[in-house]
């Protein structure tokens, strides 16, 4: 599975974007799903999952402000992002966890595939 992460840029505050992550490979389906991001000089973190069965789980900095989605049909699973903060400036990452390993979906070393991340900056 290839992962190609886009939709990133400079926005300002209070600001929507949505990011995007297409995969290759007939088994996406199969994957659990997530955003990761790192922020500048900090380590990277868990911001978001989507199960296989479309159930989610949510970092505290972002509940009621980020929304995961998944389009099976198109390999594309997205991420909306409303009332954007500065602190929120960093590159994003999605990430394919075998989707039976739904209890590890915070741990970043139990995830098989990684896109090349895609930068989101956030002005004041």
């Known amino acids: 599975v290839q992962l190609q992460a886009s939709g990133g840029g400079l926005v300002q505050a209070g600001d929507s974007l949505r990011l995007s992550c297409a995969a290759s490979g007939r088994t996406f389906s199969t994957y659990a799903m997530s955003w990761f991001r790192q922020a500048p000089g900090k380590e990277r973190e868990f911001v978001v999952a989507?199960?296989?069965?479309?159930?989610?789980e949510h970092a505290d900095s972002v509940k009621g402000r980020f929304t995961i989605s998944r389009d099976n049909a198109k390999n594309t699973v997205y991420l909306q992002m409303r009332s954007l903060k500065p602190e929120d400036t960093a590159v994003y990452y999605c990430a394919a966890l075998n989707g039976v390993y739904w209890s590890r979906r915070r741990t970043e070393a139990d995830y098989d595939y990684w896109g090349q991340g895609t930068l989101v900056t956030v002005s004041s």
């Open positions: 989507i199960s296989r069965g479309g159930n989610t």
